[in-house]
């Protein structure tokens, strides 16, 4: 028999003892993201794998309050024109190279000048920027923006490495390289995101797992049962009707926070041929559909009352909420007057709508209420990466889609309704709606931008390029092993300070 020798012995107990004490977090999604680019991105579920490998300049507190991330503090000039910003010294990008006032101005130029970025709208205030010194950077505006600042609380804040961003090209987002609490390990589409904890990161001992996995699972119930059985940790968007279900449940937790953003209806007036039928050309069809929708009746069928009903980027609650512009009762003989002014008899629309079972509900109780409007609505699922995808190439007449909702006001509606919006697939464009929203950017006076905003929404309730919905509750439910987690309005899942039990 051989004799290992006592120091391998020792060793390999040593590599036991810490395998068995590796902790890997498991969290189930609603959906697949789509490509891991910050700036290429789009997907909700992306920025909740951002959450852990991407930080970002500022981050928001629970309370929406902005606060330093990688940036530790901010000044503006008098003339509200230039922002100075100071940086933390003692980060590091996944792949050791440092991060610096260089690598700020490096990632603010991706986002304006990379043709595929969707974060152009967001940063189009930056005129340039100045390096001071390595923890110094002076960002200048061509006009005054108020939200600057929460735009760098996302995806226009989120950190690339310079030297991985310049080697891989647009293949970056398969392999992305920031410099947040976990690095990239892998990922197979459809089925999982691996990540794995950064040793370096300044702020490491604040973040328990070894390594975290995302499993995309776009059914509510198997999702839902995948936690149960204990092969997943944790799983986003609960489905409002299994509340009852997993409070009453002891081995399980929940946790609730009102979302910032919405659901709609988004129409293809001007992205490609699909937009020259009736709903695209002609917003009296729009607002005829519209008409046939009960708000209220959504809520209480598919969601059983938790969500609310609305018809603005903003929820009833919220500050930026148009008054004058309630949400709307059903009218159905209105509607059908509608069609009749348009001479458009019985019009014939597709609503694609992402796999997920509860957004197809959603897309039926419209297709039902409809169908007594003299509207025929035909349901195609798709999986939601190639749904996105086909908004973008304008291969959609309406497509169910929300948004998860942004600090600024602006986060909600300014890309989405002007003419050179990033994520504006309806490519509606009214230059009076683009001269209001600017205008909203440059103020600082909350009174001044709600008038511009609540002008903007007039026109957008008449036109209906997205036709609202209703506003969502983010919900989670947790294994009962898990402790030290916080919701947030966002529905973003921060990973400082969780733990789990073995």
């Not at 129409?267 to 729009?286: L, M, Q, T």
């Not at 929203?437 to 309730?461: F, G, M, Q, V, W």
Request: hydrophobic share 40%; glycine share 6%.
């Amino acid at each position: 028999m051989k004799i290992r020798p006592i120091t391998t012995l020792a060793a390999t107990l040593m590599l036991t003892t810490t395998m068995a004490s590796a902790q890997d977090l498991r969290i189930g999604l609603a959906e697949d993201p789509d490509i891991l680019d910050p700036d290429q991105s789009r997907t909700f579920v992306g920025r909740i794998v951002y959450a852990s490998v991407c930080d970002k300049l500022v981050d928001i507190t629970p309370d929406l309050e902005i606060i330093p991330m990688l940036a530790t503090g901010w000044t503006w000039s008098d003339d509200g024109m230039t922002m100075t910003m100071t940086l933390r010294d003692d980060v590091t990008f996944h792949d050791g190279e440092p991060f610096n006032a260089e690598a700020v101005a490096y990632n603010i130029n991706r986002s304006k000048t990379l043709d595929e970025s969707r974060r152009k709208s967001e940063v189009a205030s930056i005129s340039g920027t100045n390096v001071v010194d390595d923890t110094t950077i002076e960002i200048m505006l061509s006009n005054p923006d108020a939200t600057l600042l929460a735009q760098f609380a996302d995806r226009s804040g989120m950190m690339v490495s310079p030297k991985a961003a310049e080697e891989m090209g647009l293949e970056f987002g398969a392999a992305p390289v920031c410099a947040g609490p976990y690095s990239f390990t892998e990922r197979v589409q459809q089925d999982r995101i691996v990540l794995t904890k950064y040793a370096d990161y300044y702020n490491a001992d604040n973040f328990a797992f070894d390594s975290v996995t995302f499993l995309p699972i776009t059914d509510d119930t198997v999702r839902l049962a995948n936690l149960r059985a204990g092969d997943v940790d944790m799983i986003e968007r609960l489905a409002a009707t299994d509340v009852a279900s997993v409070s009453a449940d002891d081995n399980l937790q929940l946790e609730q926070a009102v979302s910032l953003g919405y659901q709609g209806l988004t129409v293809n007036v001007a992205n490609g041929e699909k937009a020259g039928g009736p709903f695209g050309s002609d917003k009296r069809v729009r607002q005829a559909l519209s008409m046939a929708i009960d708000r209220e009746i959504i809520n209480q069928v598919v969601f059983e009352g938790a969500f609310a009903a609305g018809n603005q980027p903003y929820p009833p609650t919220s500050p930026w909420y148009n008054s004058d512009i309630p949400v709307p009762a059903r009218d159905v003989e209105g509607a059908i007057a509608l069609l009749a002014e348009a001479g458009v008899e019985n019009p014939t629309v597709e609503i694609q709508v992402s796999t997920n079972p509860v957004a197809q509900q959603v897309v039926q109780v419209v297709q039902a209420m409809a169908s007594e409007a003299g509207i025929t609505v035909n349901v195609v699922a798709k999986e939601f990466a190639t749904l996105l995808s086909e908004q973008s190439a304008g291969n959609y007449e309406i497509s169910q889609v929300g948004w998860s909702g942004r600090v600024d006001p602006d986060g909600n509606i300014h890309q989405f309704v002007t003419c050179e919006g990033g994520i504006n697939d309806s490519k509606y464009c009214n230059p009076e709606i683009d001269n209001l929203l600017n205008a909203a950017r440059t103020s600082n006076d909350p009174a001044t931008r709600k008038e511009s905003y609540d002008a903007a929404l007039a026109i957008l309730n008449d036109d209906k390029p997205l036709i609202y919905l209703y506003h969502q509750t983010w919900i989670w439910a947790l294994s009962d092993a898990i402790s030290g987690y916080t919701p947030y309005p966002d529905g973003m899942i921060r990973l400082s300070g969780v733990t789990k039990s073995e």
